[in-house]
């Protein structure tokens, strides 16, 4: 019988459904109870399993074979469950962009902050922090916030727009992070939108490929919305697994037409984002973003706080969920998608509609626009 092990930076749950999270390869898996329990039992002992079940399990990266003994546990937390963090560590930026909704100043994050939201994150049994902006690569003491990041087994993510990047600090990176998240807007769109040349964020792109996994993030707006066919090839030449495609949420004067819109993210953009809501709730069931300050917000956009991370996170997520989760059941949505939209972005409908019960305008469109056959990416 071989000895088998829970993989290093498999993370075991319990929201509502019991799950095995692979930090590594960001794949998240429903388990029943029988699984869970199995898994548990990985620890270094000698085990009776299937070979076929074992190989399975080895070529997700769920298990591997080792006699070293381990303690394993689940941790559990009531739904919503708060599973995804976006941590925001300066204010300050190199670039200017027109669609941007941050506040920019010089405003840098704490080391103590910092280590306090990392470490209340890892005992709810959080999956995945963004580390962002900002560009967050300005922080002073980033490479040190990364590495203090790294000893933390939940998935990390930097989000970047690529103009600090070169070899050097791209094989720094790869030491601490499993992703880097670029923002590549086009091509002349992107030079508009940005004030500097795609062909920089382009180079960052490559040059990060060679270290660490890299996905793209690009947003739909008047000046890149006849480019998306090059931008799909120079990414897949490239073999970027992930591009997401969203539309800026505040600077509605720079979107196409809400038709245009939904042509491109019905054929642009692959791999999945993973930030879904369940349970019959709206937007950002299971995420929230903390300042530079330490403050805790709903999102990005949101700026009303609900308490400051020296309260401690589970008691600032228990605010949010008190006043910053929707049911779907509340909105005024009430097409057939909605259970498969989730409403869209409650911000993006306050800011369309004045109503932040009102609908989502992108999704209804694209779900609208759905209906004549084909599929979302």
Partial sequence: MPHVRLAERVLLRKFGKYYAYNAKTDELYELDKEALEFLLRCDGRALKIEEDLLNLLLSEGLVEISDKMVKNSFIEQEEPSLRYLLLNITWKCNLSCEHCYVKQKESFMDKQIFLRVLRDFSEMGGLKIMISGGEPLLHPQIRNFLEIARKFPFRIILL????????????????????????????????????RDWKEVLRAIEILS????????????????????????????????????DVPTVEKDIIPPMEKVSEIMRKYGFGELGHFSEAGFACGAHFCSVTPEGDVTKCGFFEERVGNIQEGLRV?????KERFLWKLSELKCRCENLEKCKGGCRYRALIYSGDLFSCDPVMCSLYENLKSGGEIR
């Fill in 160 to 195: 970047t727009n690529g103009y600090l990047i070169n070899k050097e600090i791209a094989e720094n990176i790869s030491k601490y992070v499993d992703e880097v998240q670029i923002s590549f807007d086009g091509l002349e769109g992107h030079r508009i939108l940005r004030k």
């Fill in 210 to 245: 060679d270290f660490v996994e890299v996905s793209v993030s690009t947003m739909i707006t008047k000046y890149n919305s006849d480019e998306f066919e090059d931008m799909k090839q120079l990414l897949e030449d490239i073999g970027i697994k992930k591009w997401m495609i």
């Fill in 316 to 320: 600032c997520w228990k605010r949010l």
